[in-house]
């Protein structure tokens, strides 16, 4: 039996205590040189970006903004991977159709999405439904691609053996290419998460009244730094969030990879 | 007389040639007849076109020309008469050893639940894997994931087993136990078998028969009756004076084989 693959960094009391004490450095560093070496408009300070924090946590006026960021990404991650997997699985199973449509769909792919920001605010106005599409567009192509990929690099022989135990055409899909293509699909589901945070926050930095991005934007164009600063720890936090998450997703329902 | 399980007639396989690839005559009028519960073992140079004879039989393609029969029916589409062990691995990877055997008669039934849980419990056993029903492929050793794909093909009692070279990756030893189990299976469940192998001495210890292929293209050189009395001990069959005999004069024919495909 193969042992279980040891994690890289594993975290223990040491670790942590060293973790702490870089934070510590680099906060503390950061907190001396502002207003010694650098002018706090450039840098804040941290004690003035906890406050921020502290304040806007306080009177609840982080909220709507979150509340708006997570809608706008759930919203778009759900179309879009729904409509990717659907896509890759059919394109996946049609390979004629995937290499007349592919000259367009590289197109596509290989333009940046965020570029479309402008034109679908300008096509679904500055609330929820612009930022809504972007981050569909960017999670579907990730997905549909990963989804079609998958469906192609389908062991054929195990396909036969199915077949050769009787299996139709139907059940080979199902029980082969479907669950083989899983872990494809998972892997574009896991990089798509940042990509739609990022199209989510980007969105709401060209145009928007609410939101964490608008949050950033808004610090910056009243010149309050601290404000700036604490809006980027919220969309770290952000992220960070949605990694664990996401990983710890995949290990429970991915198993069998060890 | 009843029709032999698996004949082939004047069997011949050209695979076409792709660009630069010249074509490649695998089987050459090619005729074989294996009885109802017969062990017939196909040994041959690497190339000679053995595993293409199961996939004939198994029907995942037609032969060029010549006919291929399987249990009184010309084999016309995918066989669903036989259990094909390929030499390669093809446990589905995110199945359980319960789900990966059970998978067998989930299709048989069409049905995803209610399958018999007896049934295939008794296959695990009786290839010896108590224990790791709910271990993944992956989390099982090659002798492990090669009784799994054994009991996969034995559960739905198929009259007529394709192996290929199915216990060639492992060790040895292991290859010692996983032999003397499949004869003691075999002595139970009594079906018809094509075993193809590139090692003479499994070939002998198994069968009843040992057809020897010239190299490519893959003609039937000789075919040899085994009179080695059952039940056998694949230990110690090895030497015993016949066996040494067989071995002997099989070894003489393949070996000109052998060395003729080495020196194209």
């Not at chain 1, 004490?21 to 040189?33: E, N, P």
């Not at chain 1, 936090?237 to 998450?245: E, I, V």
């Not at chain 2, 110690?236 to 080495?262: C, D, M, N």
């Amino acid at each position: 039996m193969r042992a279980s693959r040891r994690p890289i960094g594993e975290t223990t009391w040491a670790v942590l205590a060293c973790q702490l004490g870089l934070v510590v450095v680099v906060l503390g560093a950061w907190q001396l040189a502002s207003g010694r070496l650098v002018k706090p408009l450039w840098i804040s300070r941290p004690t003035d970006i906890f406050a921020q924090l502290w304040e806007w946590v306080a009177e609840g006026s982080l909220w709507p903004h979150l509340v708006t960021t997570l809608t706008e990404m759930l919203i778009g991650f759900v179309i879009g991977s729904a409509l990717g997997i659907v896509a890759g699985l059919v394109l996946g199973v049609l390979p004629a159709v995937a290499t007349i449509l592919n000259p367009l769909l590289t197109g596509l792919y290989a333009m940046p999405k965020v570029a479309l920001a402008p034109l679908f605010i300008l096509l679904f106005g500055i609330d929820l439904a612009s930022k809504v599409a972007l981050v569909a567009v960017t999670v579907f192509f990730l997905v549909f691609l990963n989804t079609m990929s998958g469906i192609r690099e389908v062991d054929q022989d195990l396909a036969d053996s199915l077949r050769l135990m009787g299996a139709t055409g139907g059940e080979v899909f199902r029980k082969v290419m479907v669950p083989s293509a899983a872990i494809w699909v998972f892997n574009g589901l896991r990089i798509s998460v940042r990509y739609a945070l990022t199209a989510a926050v980007y969105g709401e930095i060209i145009a928007s009244n609410q939101g964490v991005g608008f949050l950033v934007s808004y610090s910056k164009n009243a010149l309050d730094t601290a404000g700036t600063f604490a809006a980027l720890t919220v969309l770290a936090l952000l992220g960070l969030a949605f990694t664990l998450l996401v990983a710890r997703a995949e290990t429970s329902s991915l198993k069998w990879k060890i | 007389m009843a029709e032999p399980a698996i004949v082939l007639r004047d069997v011949t396989q050209v695979f076409p040639g792709r660009g630069a690839a010249r074509e490649v005559i695998a089987l050459e009028g090619v005729s074989l007849a294996v009885a109802a519960q017969e062990f017939v073992a196909l040994v041959g140079p690497s190339g000679c076109g053995k595993s293409t004879v199961l996939n004939l039989v198994a029907g995942l393609w037609p032969p060029t020309r010549g006919e291929v029969r399987c249990t009184g029916r010309p084999v016309t589409g995918v066989n669903t008469r036989v259990g094909y062990m390929t030499q390669k691995d093809t446990l589905l990877p995110w199945r359980t050893t319960l789900a990966n055997v059970g998978i067998a008669l989930e299709l048989k039934t069409r049905r995803a639940t209610g399958w018999d849980r007896d049934r295939i419990s008794r296959y695990i056993e009786l290839v010896g894997l108590e224990g790791f029903e709910h271990h993944y492929p992956s989390q099982l050793s090659g002798g492990m994931r090669r009784r799994v794909a054994l009991a996969r093909t034995l559960i739905y009692e198929p009259e007529t087993l394709l192996m290929d070279e199915p216990f060639g990756a492992l060790d040895a030893q292991l290859k010692l136990v996983m032999q003397a189990e499949l004869l003691r299976i075999w002595g139970e469940t009594r079906n018809t078998v094509v075993f193809v192998t590139h090692d003479l001495g499994e070939a002998i210890a198994l069968a009843d028969r040992v057809v020897i292929f010239t190299g490519r293209p893959g003609q039937v050189k000789a075919v040899q009756p085994v009179d080695l009395p059952r039940p056998r001990d694949v230990f110690s069959i090895r030497f015993t004076p016949r066996y040494a005999e067989l071995y002997e004069k099989l070894w003489g024919l393949l070996q000109t084989e052998v060395t003729k495909g080495e020196s194209l």
